[in-house]
Nanobody, 123 residues
Framework: QVQLVESGGGLVQAGGSLKLSCAAS????????MGWFRQAPGKDREFVAA????????YYADSVKGRFTISRDNAKSTVYLQMYSLKPEDTAVYYC????????????????WGQGTQVTVSS
């Protein structure tokens, strides 16, 4: 059974930074694509960033491009989301997800999801 466990969320002031982690188990992590999504209250889940199995291909939502960086450590079966210059509109529950193959920003392309970690950015 695939398990994804996010951590690293919290409360931060606008302009600050946070680094989220997502530890994976139950699937060959090194061959899986990974993605980060977020969901704010009353809004649909939205794509944030994606990374392919090797880390050689990444893709970002326009709203986070230049501020967020997705990376992975296959030896640790962990994917990261480094977030800089955080804004109040980044406030959401952040989820990581895994896919057998590249899924990019397609939420339906990911088959397992973590439980989420709350990120709150105060103004």
């Amino acid at each position: 059974q695939v398990q994804l466990v996010e951590s690293g969320g919290g409360l931060v002031q606008a302009g600050g930074s946070l680094k989220l982690s997502c530890a994976a188990s139950g699937r060959t992590f090194s061959s899986s694509a990974m993605g980060w999504f977020r969901q704010a209250p009353g809004k649909d889940r939205e794509f944030v960033a994606a990374i392919n199995w090797s880390g050689g291909r990444t893709y970002y939502a326009d709203s986070v491009k230049g501020r967020f960086t997705i990376s992975r450590d296959n030896a640790k079966s962990t994917v990261y989301l480094q977030m800089y210059s955080l804004k109040p509109e980044d406030t959401a529950v952040y989820y990581c997800a895994t896919a057998f193959t590249w899924a990019g920003n397609n939420v339906n392309g990911y088959d397992y999801w973590g439980q989420g970690t709350q990120v709150t950015v105060s103004s």
